[in-house]
């Protein structure tokens, strides 16, 4: 059973880089035809999709916040990672990291994520 | 406001029927397939659906999705006090290249 753990500070100042860690256990960062994702979710909202990571580094970013971010791997330590930088108190959220599986048919893009971590707050205050 | 719209909450009794809409377009959900994912508040959020209508191991049947055109559905059936949850639909936009979920739906027990 592969099990997701986010790891990072919990309280970034403004204009400082959140920089959070996914650890996984249970299987490899390198099986399989599996993205590695970030999620998050502002208090009273609704889930965000970060962008994801494949094992071999290629990477998609959400278009409104793709100027911030970078998503990297670490396969010797089988873990991803997120930065963005110059945070705002919008950037304020639960964090989640989850496995995406993604196939392609001629019916279109099969997406959907499974497992996730338990997701880990991040406040972005002074 | 999000590309994929849901309604921000359904109710009914126990044992009684909800359907929860997930309306988008046809770069989201017109082109590709949608999942449903539950959400209780300090948990993960768990997958409930994917390929629009499929379970995985796990999912109760009470729990059915389907799609048609630019829109989703998801449908619970006998439900439960322990449904109270959060649900969220999904998909892939090819327009936009990234994963959009909807709104979100909160399921109330009366």
């Known amino acids: ?126 | 406001q999000s590309v994929v719209t849901q309604p921000p909450s359904v109710s009914a009794a126990p044992g009684q029927q909800v359907s929860i809409s997930c309306s988008g377009s046809g770069s989201n959900i017109g082109k590709n397939f949608v999942s449903w994912y539950q959400h209780f508040p300090g948990a993960a959020p768990k997958l409930l659906i994917y390929d629009n209508h499929k379970r995985p191991s796990g999912t109760s049947d009470r729990f059915s999705g389907s799609k048609s055109g630019t829109s989703a559905t998801l449908a619970i059936t006998g439900l439960q006090i322990g449904d109270e949850a959060d649900y969220y639909c999904g998909s892939w936009d090819s327009s936009l290249i990234a994963y959009v979920f909807g709104d979100g739906t909160k399921v109330t027990v009366l």
Request: net charge neutral; charged share 10%; aromatic share 12%.
């Open chain 1, 1 to 126: 059973q592969v099990l997701l753990q986010e790891s990072g500070p919990g309280l970034v100042k403004p204009s400082q880089t959140l920089s959070l860690k996914c650890s996984i256990s249970g299987g490899s960062i390198n099986s399989g035809t599996f993205y590695w994702t970030w999620i998050r979710q502002p208090a009273g909202g609704a889930l965000e999709w970060v962008g994801r990571i494949y094992s071999g580094g290629s990477t998609t970013y959400n278009p409104s916040l793709k100027s911030r971010v970078t998503i990297l791997v670490d396969t010797s330590n089988n873990q991803f990672s997120l930065e963005l930088t110059s945070v705002t108190a919008a950037d304020t959220a639960v964090y989640y990291c989850a496995r995406a599986e993604v196939t392609y048919s001629g019916d279109g893009v099969h997406y959907h994520f499974d497992p996730w971590g338990q997701g880990t707050q991040v406040t972005v205050s002074s």
